[in-house]
């Protein structure tokens, strides 16, 4: 039964992807029940990535950059869920940036600890020993020359919306002139 109105809500699509083949149900954790209500139609790729069965393809998930916007609560909730595992990237940072949930349903797509495991056992903090987030804004506090470049990223330059390294807590990712680099911890301030 579930199924059937699922099929007719995401008119027989992925709520995730869009995809046509495969679907099934999929009950959105910590849910045991499923339901209409707590539940997505997904294809057998999603559902397996989801899973962490198989590995997480990239570019797959740049979907979610549409089925965010789905009037549908679950497909949202899961949506959120899946960027935040892709919150390294700076196009899912600027996806989570646009969503906003009331505080419940907030506390609904946070309550499996989607993003957060890897970030919360590595902190990444700037010269100051202020925590950095992903997303933050920091200044440059020295002139940096840019390996394999002629370029040098100058003091006082602001590099906006942040990557965190999930592997070592002393680097950080960036766009400084248009180019994507990598920063010391040690030589940036989060801007207030």
């Not at 995730?16 to 959105?28: E, F, K, Q, R, W």
């Not at 646009?98 to 309550?111: R, S």
């Not at 592997?167 to 801007?191: A, F, P």
């Amino acid at each position: 039964m579930t199924k059937a109105a699922l099929m007719t809500r995401s008119d027989s699509k992925c709520e995730l992807c869009g995809a046509t083949n495969d679907l099934d149900v999929y009950v959105i954790p910590p849910d045991l029940d499923g339901g209409f209500d707590k539940s997505i139609l997904a294809c057998d790729t999603c559902r397996s990535q989801i899973n962490k069965e198989t590995e997480m393809d990239n570019n797959h998930w740049r979907c979610l950059t549409d089925s965010m916007w789905n009037e549908h609560l679950p497909v949202q909730v899961m949506a959120w869920r899946m960027l935040s595992r892709f919150n390294s990237e700076s196009w899912a940072q600027d996806a989570l940036e646009m969503m906003y949930f009331e505080d419940d349903i907030l506390t609904w797509a946070k309550v499996t600890g989607e993003g957060q495991a890897q970030e919360d056992s590595i902190i990444h903090k700037d010269s100051n020993g202020v925590v950095l987030a992903s997303g933050d804004t920091v200044v440059l506090i020295k002139d940096l020359p840019v390996k394999g470049t002629s370029m040098i990223a100058k003091r006082g330059t602001a590099v906006r919306k942040i990557g965190l390294d999930r592997d070592n807590s002393e680097h950080i990712s960036g766009r400084v002139n248009g180019q994507s680099i990598v920063i010391l911890t040690q030589y940036v301030k989060k801007m207030t």
